[in-house]
């Protein structure tokens, strides 16, 4: 079998958040299976890009994907980040739009960070 994916890491990475913008670096990193050091260069990458907001929660972070913001893509329309994770995610729930007056996913759709951990519990 090829070793090979539709989707980037920073794809599925943006993915991981939009399920849990609480997720630790080292619960991204095993949720794809790429290292710690991998997950933070890809954060930090689309930190720089524009399409993550890292904000710190205590001694946690907690990231806000700018949902509004258009894909650097090839093409005749760019779709927004939102509504390429609205398609992968399989549903609109919890992706705010402009016209929303709101430019950010902030809700949890469940996942592997969606619990209580020795870094005490999740927001709300």
């Not at 399989?90 to 007056?101: E, I, M, Q, R």
Request: charged share 25%.
């Amino acid at each position: 079998m090829t070793d090979w994916g539709f989707l980037t890491t920073h794809a599925r990475v943006l993915v991981c958040i939009a399920h849990d913008p609480g997720a630790r670096l080292r619960d991204i990193a095993a949720t794809l299976g790429i290292t710690e050091r991998r997950a933070h260069g890809i954060i930090t990458d689309l930190a720089e890009a524009g399409y993550v907001v890292k904000q710190k929660d205590g001694r946690r972070n907690r990231y806000q994907i700018q949902a509004h913001l258009p894909l650097a893509e090839r093409g005749t329309r760019e779709p927004a980040v939102g509504e390429v994770l609205a398609v992968l995610l399989g549903n609109t729930a919890g992706l705010a739009s402009p016209a929303d007056g709101a430019d950010v996913i902030t809700t949890r759709a469940g996942g592997p960070g969606d619990r209580e951990d020795d870094d005490g519990p999740l927001g709300p």
